[in-house]
Nanobody
């Protein structure tokens, strides 16, 4: 059984910062990578950032590059997304995702956390 629980969402003014957390439990050793996605009202869910669980290699989507940073605390199995210089267009529900490849490919999702950025 895998559980992903996000926290840290809230409201912030443009230019401000928030840090999202995703506490993972269960078969976390099966994760190949963890990712953050977001979904704004009326829009498709979109990729934000990714971290390889073995390599630690990170990738950020262009619109957040230089402002957001994905990182992971391996001791506590917690994924983070540090969001700085936030913009109103960052307003969305943010979801934590874990990619399992063994024993079978499967995506686990958290319940989401709301982030609202006001101008």
């Amino acid at each position: 059984q895998v559980s992903l629980v996000e926290s840290g969402g809230g409201s912030v003014q443009a230019g401000g910062s928030l840090r999202l957390s995703c506490a993972a439990s269960g078969r976390t050793f099966s994760f190949a990578a963890m990712r953050w996605f977001r979904q704004a009202p009326g829009k498709e869910r979109e990729f934000v950032a990714r971290i390889g669980c073995t390599s630690g290699w990170t990738y950020h989507e262009d619109s957040v590059k230089g402002r957001f940073t994905i990182y992971k605390d391996y001791a506590s199995e917690t994924l983070y997304l540090q969001m700085n210089s936030m913009k109103p267009e960052d307003t969305a529900v943010y979801y934590c995702n874990a990619q399992q490849v063994v024993p079978q490919a499967y995506d686990f999702w958290g319940q989401g956390t709301q982030v609202t950025v006001s101008s």
